[in-house]
T-cell receptor, first 111, second 115 residues
Framework: NAGVTQTPKFQVLKTGQSMTLQCAQD?????MYWYRQDPGMGLRLIYY???????DKGEVPNGYNVSRLNKREFSLRLESAAPSQTSVYFC??????????FGPGTRLTVL | AQSVTQLGSHVSVSEGALVLLRCNYS??????LFWYVQYPNQGLQLLLK??????LVKGINGFEAEFKKSETSFHLTKPSAHMSDAAEYFC?????????????FGKGTKLSVKP
């Protein structure tokens, strides 16, 4: 039981490049989330998916797209990366009573 | 709407001293409350949570927190700090059962433990 897994762990992009961050969970959870973490800002919600086939914007969705491929997988795409998107990205899935379980994170640097 | 305020972005204690990390929340509906811990270069790990029932909640690694509705607080404590407690701690709130599980996080408190 791996919990929530994320790939890649680290990534460096140039401005304008695109990439997809992958997330998968093996706990049969319905809801999944993408956050970004910046120093002094806590975690901010980018997008979430309450169930397979549905996605909704969070607090900071601009510049991102998401896909809920199936119940297990929830990917985050940066179509044209910008330096302001340099951050640590976390994926999470939802257990009962609003308890979220987090992946190990992806550290992204955009030059 | 919910919000979370963590007082103190950095807290430093000596090994063996009391740890107190403060969290105040705002919620228009009964809240669920959480503390997460993040060790350097790792993801967030659930430390403890309050959903219903007993207001004093015990978590992992000797931490506990008390839900005080009258004070809208959920402070995190540990009687005796250990070097391994050095980490960043996040308080979070959700609208109990009604927010699609969405959590609102505080900005975090970085705990340093001096030998």
């Amino acid at each position: 039981n791996a919990g929530v897994t994320q790939t890649p762990k680290f990534q460096v992009l140039k401005t304008g490049q695109s990439m997809t961050l992958q997330c998968a969970q093996d706990m049969n959870h319905n809801s999944m989330y993408w956050y970004r973490q910046d120093p002094g800002m806590g975690l901010r919600l980018i997008y979430y998916s309450a169930s397979e086939g549905t996605t909704d914007k969070g607090e900071v969705p601009n510049g991102y797209n998401v896909s809920r491929l199936n119940k297990r997988e929830f990917s985050l795409r940066l179509e044209s990366a910008a330096p302001s998107q340099t951050s640590v990205y976390f994926c999470a899935s939802l257990a009962p009573r609003d308890t979220q379980y987090f992946g190990p994170g992806t550290r992204l640097t955009v030059l | 709407a919910q919000s979370v305020t963590q007082l103190g972005s950095h807290v430093s204690v000596s090994e063996g001293a009391l740890v107190l990390l403060r969290c105040n929340y705002s919620s228009s509906v009964p809240p669920y409350l959480f503390w997460y811990v993040q060790y350097p270069n790792q993801g967030l790990q659930l430390l403890l949570k309050y959903t219903t029932g007993a207001t004093l909640v015990k978590g992992i690694n000797g931490f506990e927190a008390e839900f005080k509705k009258s004070e809208t607080s959920f402070h995190l404590t540990k009687p005796s700090a250990h070097m391994s407690d050095a980490a960043e701690y996040f308080c979070a709130v959700s609208a109990a059962g009604g927010s699609q599980g969405n959590l609102i996080f505080g900005k975090g408190t970085k705990l340093s433990v001096k030998p």
